[in-house]
């Protein structure tokens, strides 16, 4: 018997040391551990069997340049291999029968080679994320690395994997929104929603529409501290996008296998546009309203970009004007993003200009409509129907649903479950995306350093989000493509204070949206989680201590 005790416990440590090894997040599907290991070094190769691999070969090659100083040949053609030893390859293939679903890949290390055969592109891409992290995070002075022999298919969960930054409230230079782009594909994740219209900042260039950004993508001063501060910057501050930058940043991100969905808002959320173009208000004449307990920089007269937070009554006016004002937009942005998706906003649209107007009156008895709900509905119906006919899908924040869904809208559920449950009811593609759970603008411990929105969202709280609601029967979840998390800036200032809103809560999230909900599992994921600290020091990426500093609950 203290035989058998003493055997499981050699067992179980070893176990212990291989599980030590392998530290992946997210959890792989299956992983097999073998004896041995493979010695990475500077007569490493890469073999691509498929040319659809260069891209994965090209990312691995720059990340152990930048990260260890190691240069690896790249060869296309299988003779240049034969020159070398078998044991100096890394081989990239596909294989289209290796999975039924998309993006799976298999990583199968043995002394002699790594393989990395994926179902399509993204798989081999996937398969190099998972081999990157079993690459230790020490440099050495040999610049070799023994990689821990292994076996593991993977596939994931969801299709949507979502990670979604507002520039509007803050700016960020296109460097960091590339480094964004890095850790959603490092965690496996492949969509980015880039919320680059609100009120207080226009963020894309627009040809037809110049003002757009000369005017429209700066404030004169913006509120210090938290809402309604303690006063104002008195600092003119904005930026935005130009049409070259937002292409670099569209083939940045395929080339990392992120579909990049553009959010132009409307009707609401529209201040900037209207500082800009005040013939798209219901009231052109009419100067910009804010709080009167916040302070404000520069003229109180005529339009104005908004300089605090919140929601304001002055949104678009729902004229043909506006229309084929918005129908331009997206003529150019549609021209640029080649996503499927184009996210129109749609959230938090007072209907105090609406009531107020006669026009809009008018229009609501036209068109039959019932109410200034109906009317967001006309407006969110109209814009989908001219994108639609483009090709191309909307997706809307849940206050879509009210006054009536646009007949193919896509829905992001914010405000909670509810609006995805109904909308998965009405057979309408949701993305999950509930305030609880996945606003990373929430404080992560409850006392933070610096000023945050609200809210307190822990990573073990993001860990337990569970995208598929109860209130779902099978067929209906299926309309649920996956889960995002938000970003929301108006207290994030910089890129350093983002990557301590989003560490580790992303980590969290990418194994809540790629690994099964049978591998879920909090405490088999802490010591993962550990090492993701680790990993995220080397790769010189903030992040938040509030794990170490807060119990977790
Ligand atoms: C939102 O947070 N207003 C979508």
């Known amino acids: 018997m203290k035989k058998i005790c003493l055997l499981c416990l050699f067992f179980y440590a070893m176990e212990t040391i291989a599980q030590n090894q392998i530290s992946i997040i997210p959890q792989p599907q299956s992983i097999e551990n073998r004896s041995g290991s493979f010695i990475i070094n500077a007569k490493t190769k890469i073999y691509i069997k498929n040319a659809e691999a260069g891209k994965?070969?090209?990312?691995?090659?720059?990340?152990?340049?930048?990260?260890y100083g190691l240069s690896l040949q790249t060869v296309a053609d299988k003779s240049a291999l034969k020159l070398h030893a078998p044991e100096q390859m890394i081989v990239l293939s596909i294989n289209k029968s290796l999975s039924t679903g998309k993006e799976a890949y298999s990583l199968d290390i043995t002394p002699k080679a790594i393989k990395i055969e994926g179902v399509d592109e993204a798989g081999v891409f996937y398969g190099i994320q998972s081999l990157i992290q079993l690459i230790p995070i020490e440099k050495n002075n040999t610049n070799s690395f023994s990689i821990p022999c292994v076996?593991?298919?993977?596939?994931?969960?969801?299709?949507?994997?979502?990670?979604?930054?507002?520039?509007?409230?803050?700016?960020?230079?296109?460097?960091?929104?590339?480094?964004?782009?890095?850790?959603?594909?490092?965690?496996?994740?492949?969509?980015?929603h880039w919320h680059l219209t609100d009120d207080q900042g226009w963020r894309i260039e627009i040809k037809k529409y110049p003002k757009l950004t000369t005017v429209g993508a700066y404030r004169n001063g913006t509120t210090i501290g938290r809402y309604p501060g303690t006063g104002n910057t008195g600092t003119r501050y904005g930026g935005f996008y130009t049409q070259k930058e937002i292409k670099d940043i569209i083939q940045y991100a395929g080339e990392r296998y992120v579909e990049v969905i553009p959010e132009i808002e409307l009707p609401g959320h529209a201040s900037a546009a209207i500082a800009a173009y005040p013939e798209l208000s219901c009231f052109p004449e009419e100067s910009t309203k804010h709080p009167e307990k916040t302070a404000w920089t520069g003229p109180t007269t005529g339009k104005q970009v908004q300089q605090t937070w919140g929601v304001?009554?002055?949104?678009?006016?729902?004229?043909?004007?506006?229309?084929?004002?918005?129908?331009?937009v997206f003529d150019e942005v549609l021209s640029l993003f080649p996503s499927k998706y184009i996210h129109i906003g749609g959230d938090e649209c007072p209907k105090e200009s609406w009531k107020r107007s006669a026009f809009c009156q008018r229009l609501i008895k036209e068109k039959n409509l019932k109410d200034e709900h109906g009317l967001q509905s006309y407006f969110i119906t109209r814009i989908e129907k001219y994108i639609n006919s483009k090709g191309k899908q909307i997706i809307g924040w849940d206050e879509i649903l009210e006054g009536g869904l646009a007949p193919n809208a896509l829905v992001m559920s914010w405000r909670g479950e509810k609006g995805g449950i109904e909308a998965a009811k009405q057979k309408h593609q949701v993305i999950m995306t509930p305030g609880e759970w996945m606003y990373f603008d929430h404080k992560q411990k409850q006392k933070e350093d610096s000023v945050t929105i609200g809210g307190y969202t822990t990573v073990q709280k993001v860990y337990s989000y569970e995208p598929l609601p109860k209130q779902l029967n099978a067929e209906e979840a299926k309309y649920v493509l996956g889960a995002q998390a938000n970003v929301w800036t108006e207290y994030i200032t910089n890129p350093n204070k983002v990557e301590y809103m989003i560490f580790p809560r992303m980590s969290a999230l990418s194994e809540v949206l790629w690994s099964s909900k049978e591998q879920r599992n909090w405490s088999q994921f802490e010591p993962r989680l550990q090492y993701a600290f680790k990993r995220y020091s080397f790769l010189g990426w903030n992040y938040s201590k509030a794990y170490f500093e807060e119990p977790i609950k």
């Open 56 to 67: 994965s070969a090209s990312f691995l090659n720059s990340y152990v340049q930048k990260m």
């Open 151 to 192: 076996k593991i298919f993977d596939a994931p969960r969801f299709t949507y994997r979502g990670m979604h930054l507002d520039v509007s409230r803050h700016f960020f230079p296109i460097s960091f929104i590339k480094k964004y782009i890095d850790f959603i594909a490092m965690h496996k994740m492949n969509r980015f």
């Open 312 to 328: 304001f009554e002055d949104v678009f006016a729902p004229t043909e004007n506006t229309f084929k004002f918005l129908e331009n």
